[in-house]
């Protein structure tokens, strides 16, 4: 059974840092592997989408890399800002599951101090 | 492009109410069509999924029910709601493209908050 960890639970950084979060899955049999970002109370909104085939993805100061074999994945936030005060969550989506289902972590909060 | 709307935004209902929850999708055909709760403190769980019109697979033995009556619409329901059905509910989309084009990723939509009191 795929199970998703993502550490740490809580991050507080003060802005400008870089920073890294973690996630980590027990099978490494994944077609893909998003990561998604979170206000409260809001909708998930996706930030990175990388294909099993793919090693990383970049999006502005966002870099997720990915790590099949190890089942390991890091999101990468450079120059951190107030506005990326969020909870970030990865998923990813098991392989040869006809469903197409996404399983997830829990999630890390980050807050970003001005 | 495609879009995905989910309403309504937030819910109160008393115990033992009905429910009904709709989510459509434009600017896709035939996507698979999902249905997640997020109780506070805790982690997303599948609820539903749907492959096609009519078809509706249920992850988890519940108080709720949904069905997909139309290629791009998704609702969830139940009949008597109960107190620990309240929880975000949120709505998404995924689609598999043609050979050779990828696999798109899951899109979510802004979700309802539902609180049964």
Redesign the interface.
């Known amino acids: 059974k795929q199970e998703v960890t993502q550490i740490p639970a809580a991050l507080s950084v003060p802005e400008g840092e870089n920073l890294v979060l973690n996630c980590s899955f027990t099978d490494s049999a994944i077609y893909n592997l998003q990561w998604f970002r979170q206000d409260p109370g809001k909708g998930l909104t996706s930030l990175l989408l990388i294909q099993s085939s793919q090693r990383e993805q970049t999006s502005g100061r966002l870099n997720a890399s990915l790590d099949k074999s190890s089942g390991r994945s890091t999101l990468y936030i450079a120059a951190s800002q107030p506005g990326d005060s969020a909870t970030y969550l990865c998923a990813v989506r098991p392989w040869m599951d006809s469903s197409y289902k996404l399983i997830f972590g829990s999630g890390t909060r980050l807050l970003v101090r001005p | 492009s495609q879009t995905i709307h989910?309403w309504p935004a937030t819910l109160v209902q008393p115990v033992g109410s009905p429910l009904s929850l709709e989510c459509t999708v434009e600017g896709t055909s035939n996507p698979?069509l999902?249905w997640y709760r997020q109780a506070a403190g805790?982690?997303?769980q599948?609820l539903f999924?749907s492959?096609g019109i009519g078809q509706i697979?249920s992850?988890v033995p519940q108080n709720l029910s949904a069905s997909r009556p139309q290629d791009r619409q998704f609702i969830l329901s139940s009949k008597k709601l109960l107190l620990s059905d309240s929880g975000?509910y949120?709505c998404?989309w995924?689609i598999?493209a043609a050979l050779g084009r990828?696999?798109?990723?899951?899109?979510?939509?802004?979700?309802t908050?539902l609180t049964v009191v």
């Open positions: 989910q698979n999902y805790r982690g997303l599948l999924y492959v697979s992850e975000f949120l998404a995924s598999w990828g696999n798109y990723g899951y899109t979510f939509g802004s979700g908050r």
